[in-house]
């Protein structure tokens, strides 16, 4: 009977030495530093029924903390400046981000902060955090695509991550709950973002290390 138990736990070593060897060769997390001239947030909400508003806002800011080789230990913190709302038409921005739809005098900017980072495979994600916009916070997940890790083909070389990804949230939930015969409740959103990796330099720019330029 003793030789069997042996026998039965013989196959879990190969699988725990493999498991040890990943841990052991697995970067750990990065700080990356987001790209607000690449990275944009989209919107798109109904209107009266006849077809979908579509807005985006760009120059957001933050930072991201994650290993190219795995989503464990993932973690975002960026801003969105409301102010930058643009819907194709001056006087439609305006209505949007006057006090009684987005408030953007007393609330210029949105922050999402994420909580859990739940791993679907190597190149997708599912995170969740929480939003404050119009001085709420709210639950918000997003479904997140890793679109490249590669070193950019542009000077000045950097280091470059991307991503997409996408969600829906109610904006009654955020306090944004006007006009709901003319707006509607569900925002769909779709981000895409760039983010070069910081390497502590002095003067505060990224640099690839020996092994990134070669690739």
């Known amino acids: 009977m003793r030789t069997r138990r042996r026998a039965a736990h013989l196959p879990t070593l190969p699988c725990l030495l493999l498991a040890a060897a990943a841990a052991a060769h697995a970067r750990p997390p990065e700080t990356w530093a987001i790209d607000p001239v690449h990275t944009r947030v989209q919107f798109a909400v109904d209107h009266a029924g006849f077809s979908k508003a579509i807005g985006t806002v760009s120059g957001s800011t933050g930072t991201l903390r994650f290993s190219p080789d795995s989503w464990a230990d993932a973690h975002v913190d960026v801003e969105v400046p409301i102010t930058r709302v643009d819907l194709g038409d ?9 006090p009684r739809l987005l408030d953007a005098q007393r609330h210029p900017s949105a922050r999402f902060v994420s909580r859990d980072v739940e791993p679907i495979d190597d190149t997708r994600a599912r995170v969740c955090g929480e939003l404050t916009l119009r ?4 639950p918000l997940c997003l ?16 280091r470059t991550a991307g991503f997409s990804a996408t969600g829906t949230l109610s904006r009654a939930a955020f306090g944004v709950d006007a006009w709901p015969s003319m707006i509607g409740d569900a925002v769909e959103l779709r981000i895409e973002l760039e983010a070069t990796r910081s390497r502590g330099r002095d003067d505060g720019t990224a640099e690839d290390s020996p092994e990134d330029t070669a690739r």
């Open 90 to 98: 001056a006087r439609w921005n305006a209505a949007t981000l006057a």
């Open 143 to 158: 479904d997140v695509v890793r679109n490249a890790v590669k070193r950019h083909p542009m000077p000045p070389f950097r």
């Open 135 to 138: 001085g709420t916070s709210g």
